[in-house]
């Protein structure tokens, strides 16, 4: 395995496009040609994919010739990749497309190949849809990926944020909500899943219990490891 201290020079890299179909070949070159540099040709096939998605993606909901900037960073030991756009109202969604749909599997794709690590940030009049890709790249002895990268917690904060905007128009200009609105905002969220549970005819205390132990296993595993 790579050690993350052994390349340097993996600086952010960004382009500014115009969303259009002519533009997807130039931009997965550029994206082979850049991580290449970096050392990770191990994350060149997943990264043009996403790439490939999340520029359709804004072609088919924003629309065509949307102004669009794309960027792409380490963080910690994943490649995160992010497309911005200025429309905060069309929100990507992962969708299960039956065998023969024409639609509806670019996110799927992306969920996929990036093992569900991705999730949107919205802005005042923008947001930018993100992912995070895995290299071989390991950190030094004793250390570890913030917490706030790691896969679950990562997503939440996507999750959170969009709940967000739509129960109450909470937003910042970072696109993350600040600990203690977001404390209420997940607390709001769980008491919906609890009515949405009982509505069911599920146990929502039983749900509630097996939550907690789920958690404290993997806790306990991510702990020991």
């Not at 996403?50 to 909901?61: Q, W």
């Not at 895995?134 to 990562?154: I, M, S, Y």
């Not at 905007?165 to 905002?185: C, D, P, Q, Y």
Request: aromatic share 4%; charged share 25%; net charge negative.
């Amino acid at each position: 395995m790579i050690n993350a201290s052994e390349f340097g020079g993996r600086d952010p890299w960004g382009r500014s496009f115009a969303a259009e179909p002519s533009e997807v070949a130039g931009l997965r070159r550029a994206v082979r040609i850049k991580l290449t540099l970096w050392g990770l040709p191990e994350a060149v096939e997943a990264a043009q994919t996403c790439v490939t998605e999340l520029t359709s993606n804004v072609i088919k909901h924003v629309g065509l010739g949307t102004p669009v900037t794309l960027t792409i960073s380490m963080a910690g030991t994943f490649v995160r990749i992010e497309m911005l756009d200025p429309d905060a109202r069309a929100l990507p969604t992962l969708l299960a497309p039956g065998r023969d749909a024409e639609s509806g599997r670019g996110m799927a794709l992306v969920d996929a190949v990036t093992e569900h690590r991705w999730g949107v940030v919205l802005r005042e009049a923008s947001k930018v849809v993100w992912c995070e890709l895995a290299t071989d790249l390991r950190l030094p002895a004793g250390q570890d990926d913030p917490p706030l990268e790691r896969p679950r917690v990562a997503r939440v904060e996507g999750h959170l944020a969009l709940y967000g905007a739509e129960r109450s128009g909470l937003t910042s200009r970072s696109g993350r909500l600040g600990v203690a609105v977001a404390e209420e905002v997940a607390i709001d969220l769980i008491a919906d899943l609890l009515h949405w549970l009982q509505a069911h005819g599920c146990d929502p205390d039983e749900a509630l219990d097996r939550a907690q132990m789920h958690f404290e296993a993997e806790a306990e595993a991510e702990a020991g490891s």
